[in-house]
């Protein structure tokens, strides 16, 4: 296997594994995982932001974010208010914001943790080539059309 098919496989598994590590973290949390995304997405949105900022946050699909909302909505947990003629906002009720401090704000923690334990110049170096690679695999979606 030649050493760029070697890379792409394990830079897909390490991919995969980190899903698979927030799965588990949702999990443990009691939470599935679109909750989970966007609660910490709130959460780090001071516990308000608008619906297009959680879907940006979370990665999740306007619908997915809909839908779990309703959910959450549903147990007190958030609420969604008009924020102008074509915006909404979410927001976390008390109920939320308690649960988001449970939960998400304990995962932040740990990822703090982990990052804080880097040398500053390793950090930055993880950050600009990740960066890096979304902006040039964005390029080359572009590029993409069905035949």
């Known amino acids: 296997?030649?050493?760029?098919?070697k890379a792409l496989r394990r830079f897909n598994?390490?991919?995969g594994e980190t899903d698979a590590a927030y799965h588990e973290a949702a999990l443990r949390l009691g939470l599935s995982d679109s909750a989970m995304r966007i609660l910490y997405a709130l959460w780090e949105g001071d516990c308000r932001c608008s619906l297009r900022e959680v879907c940006r946050r979370s990665g999740l699909s306007k619908q997915t974010v809909n839908s779990a909302l309703r959910k959450l909505e549903g147990e007190g947990l958030a609420f969604v208010e008009p924020a102008g003629r074509r915006s909404k906002d979410v927001c976390l009720t008390p109920?939320?914001?308690a649960l988001a401090e449970r939960t998400v704000a304990r995962l932040i923690a740990?990822?703090?943790g982990i990052l804080a334990g880097w040398p500053a110049q390793d950090l930055e170096q993880y950050l600009a080539l990740a960066e890096r690679y979304?902006?040039?695999l964005r390029s080359g979606i572009e590029d993409l059309h069905t035949e």
């Open 1 to 5: 296997m030649d050493p760029i098919s």
């Open 134 to 136: 979304l902006t040039a």
């Open 110 to 112: 740990v990822e703090k």
């Open 13 to 15: 598994y390490l991919i």
């Open 95 to 97: 109920a939320g914001r």
